[in-house]
């Protein structure tokens, strides 16, 4: 089976501080992606990465970097955590044109 | 944005009775996937739908197809209980490694 593994299911952050999430898929997958997921707003991609040390922005990279040093880790990073940044983000990874396997995802809260 | 939208946003129904979401988009399209999220959790996928096939079948799932009308259906017949969830459709345009979510129908199935 594949397995994409969050770090956290729950984080709570403060105002202002960095903060990573991390996203390994154990299925040699080349494309891996980050989501938040808000309520009515469904899921946003916020950037994917289609090979080590590529990324590319999605719909919403604005307050977050990316970094994929090795193929089975993707990670996201909140440079400086703000309210708005409160949601659900959710991993996911996939072959090219593939389906995508998704993570149990992280439920952030920023305070 | 090349975010789909389903319709209806939330539809409840009787257990045994059959279930319709749509999903509309804007671009050409590889595949057309579906999802379904429990609450809280990851998406877990569903059926992929290719651009050159108008229907497939899986299981108690039927998904159709139109791409003159860049839309697809979802039918869950002889729904349970279990199949309450929010279900989404994804599309990755022919141009690109990127997907696209619509924003979710909720489905309640009453016992």
């Known amino acids: 089976d594949v397995k994409v593994t969050q770090s956290s299911r729950y984080l709570v952050k403060r105002t202002g501080e960095k903060v990573f999430l991390e996203c390994v898929q154990d299925?040699?997958?080349?494309?891996m992606f980050w989501y938040r997921q808000d309520p009515g707003l469904g899921l946003r991609l916020i950037y994917f990465s289609y090979d080590v040390k590529m990324k590319e922005k999605g719909d919403i990279p604005e307050g977050y970097s990316v970094s994929r040093e090795k193929k089975e880790r993707f990670s996201l990073i909140l440079e400086s955590a703000s309210t708005n940044q409160t949601s659900m983000y959710l991993c996911a990874s996939s072959f090219p044109t593939g389906i995508q396997y998704f993570g149990a995802g992280t439920r952030l809260s920023v305070l | 944005s090349q975010q789909g939208e389903e319709d209806p946003q939330a539809l409840s129904i009787q257990e045994g009775e059959n279930a319709t979401m749509n999903c509309s988009y804007k671009t050409s399209i590889n595949n057309l996937q579906w999802y379904r999220q429990n609450s809280g959790r990851g998406l877990v996928h569903l059926i992929l739908i290719r651009s050159n096939e108008r229907e497939k079948h899986s299981g108690r799932l039927r998904v159709t197809l139109d791409t003159s009308k860049k839309s697809s259906s979802l039918l869950i017949t002889a729904s349970r209980a279990a199949d309450t969830a929010s279900y989404f459709c994804?599309?990755?345009?022919?141009?690109?490694?990127?997907?696209?979510f619509g924003t979710g129908t909720s489905l309640t199935v009453i016992p």
């Open positions: 994804a599309t990755e345009p022919n141009t690109g490694n990127q997907f696209y």
């Open positions: 299925m040699d997958h080349e494309n």
